[in-house]
């Protein structure tokens, strides 16, 4: 790891010993070249290593949840206007913001009274767990966008129950993803203070760059603002701290992942990243102490939440999906593949992408119109316009998922102008397949500007189905039930 801001830790901060974590990296990295020897290595890592030991446990304390809701306080857009995916049995349901503000009694459209959009991402995560006391609901924030105050004026727009946070995670040391924070922690920590409860746990990785730069085509480098406040600053705002580079479980269900492998030899990074170390900006593409943030749904996967993913989105759902032992049920966040150096990987992610089946993806943020566009037309190319929604599967359309599955999806799909063939083979029979099974198809428009394959809004979902759309924008709440 790059060398980061050395700064005390305040009393009171929960940390952990990195003493072994290089060693087990260049392990885990050497099993990689050399899998014959996985099972005993790993075997032996597991009983001797402390932290390879924690990571374990880790996993094993990570417990399923009943439902999850995602409410989306900031991104990179905002639009009330589109429709969304709903379907004729109701079991996916779909609420736009003006909706949800006439449900609360307002009788006019006050524009000022709806959330505004910025570059930068926040989101709120509701779990329902089962416990020995019942079902319980867990809340945790990622991040919070690039400024204060909008985060402040979204989360009163929202009207959200800021005491229920328990917890906040930052995904990485950007501005567009910290800099809210020093709004956010002091009106969770008051908010939970009145309710009688105990501060919010402020989840930190422990290398904190001194600052951060992006370097233009151009060659000028550029300061990212604000920078991330200090440990003891946030300590002072009312956050409880926990410092940590490894993998581990927050509220019992929210997964953190630690340092994500890079194996794709085309997710590079970002191009053109700085850090400054001793009054020098240098090379910072990996921005390697960033993490995702992972649920498992009980009965149905593991739903990934990737901020930027300047690890590259393949790598995280590879990632997620290996250690939870799940299929990858859903992806969201930002997948980085707008602007200079990186609207060139796109075709590649999608391929790779495609090959983990994923249900749902829900790109935002920094994703890019280049990339979501390519998204929705990869994957629906045939559909002249249509937009395809499954849920609460009969046992045909299960028997039609199979077909696609093995059509569309094969094992080793290659990029071969022969694999491709075959993938625009399977989805044309796929669609007329589905014609059959009257699943119904609903016309979207596809902006360039926007990509307006949109689920805005709060939809509740009583079984998954491929679709793919762009993510909820400020003030969309997507609620995922698998019950």
Not at 165 to 187: F, K, N, Q
Not at 263 to 276: D, Q
Not at 300 to 305: C, K, S, T
């Amino acid at each position: 790891m790059g060398a980061s801001h050395s700064e005390p830790e305040p009393a009171g901060v929960e940390t952990e010993d990195n003493s072994s974590q290089e060693v087990i990296a260049q392990v885990e990295s050497w099993i990689q070249e050399h899998p014959v020897f996985e099972t005993v290595i790993t075997g032996a890592l597991q009983e001797h290593c402390p932290v390879h030991r924690q990571r374990r446990e880790a996993m094993e304390h990570w417990c399923e949840v009943e439902s999850l809701a995602v409410t989306n306080i900031i991104d990179n857009d905002t639009d009330f206007l589109s429709t969304a995916a709903c379907n004729k049995d109701g079991s996916v349901t779909y609420q736009s913001e003006v909706a949800q503000h006439v449900a609360r009694g307002d009788m006019t459209l006050n524009f000022p009274d709806f959330c505004s959009a910025a570059h930068g991402l926040s989101l709120l995560l509701t779990a329902e767990v089962t416990t020995t006391a019942g079902r319980q609901k867990r809340s945790l924030l990622l991040d919070a966008g690039p400024c204060p105050r909008l985060w402040e004026a979204n989360a009163r727009k929202l009207q959200l129950d800021l005491a229920s946070v328990e917890c906040i995670v930052l995904s990485h040391y950007h501005a567009d993803h910290s800099g809210g924070l020093t709004g956010a922690v002091p009106l969770i920590a008051s908010a939970r203070k009145d309710a009688g409860m105990g501060p919010v746990r402020l989840d930190l990785h422990q290398d904190r760059p001194e600052s951060r730069a992006v370097q233009l085509p151009s060659g000028t480098t550029l300061p990212l603002q604000p920078e991330t406040p200090t440990f003891e600053d946030f300590r002072q705002l009312g956050a409880h701290l926990v410092l940590s580079s490894e993998p581990h479980v927050v509220s019992d269900c929210f997964f953190v992942s630690g340092e994500i492998p890079r194996r794709t030899s085309y997710e590079k990074g970002l191009v053109g990243s700085k850090r400054l170390e001793d009054n020098d900006w240098r090379d910072d593409n990996d921005i390697d102490e960033e993490r995702y943030v992972a649920v498992k749904v009980k009965g149905a996967g593991v739903v990934v939440f990737s901020s930027c993913s300047h690890a590259g989105i393949v790598n995280v759902c590879r990632h997620a999906r290996d250690l939870s032992g799940v299929p990858l049920l859903a992806a969201m966040g930002g997948f980085h593949l707008g602007g200079v150096g990186l609207e060139e990987r796109v075709s590649d992610t999608i391929n790779d992408l495609l090959e983990l089946r994923p249900k749902a993806i829900l790109p935002g943020h920094c994703t890019g119109w280049r990339a979501k566009t390519a998204i929705a037309q990869d994957y629906f190319r045939d559909a002249s316009g249509s937009r395809l929604q499954w849920a609460k599967a009969t046992l045909p359309q299960r028997l039609a998922c199979g077909v696609f599955s093995a059509l569309y999806c094969p094992s080793g799909q290659s990029s071969s102008k022969a694999g491709k063939a075959k993938r625009v083979a399977g989805r044309s029979f796929m669609i007329k397949l589905l014609g059959l099974f009257a699943v119904e198809a609903q016309t979207w428009r596809a902006k360039a500007d926007s990509a307006a394959l949109v689920v805005r809004g709060s939809a509740e979902l009583q079984g998954w189905a491929p679709h793919w759309h762009t993510m909820p924008t400020d003030g969309a709440q997507v609620e995922r039930s698998l019950l």
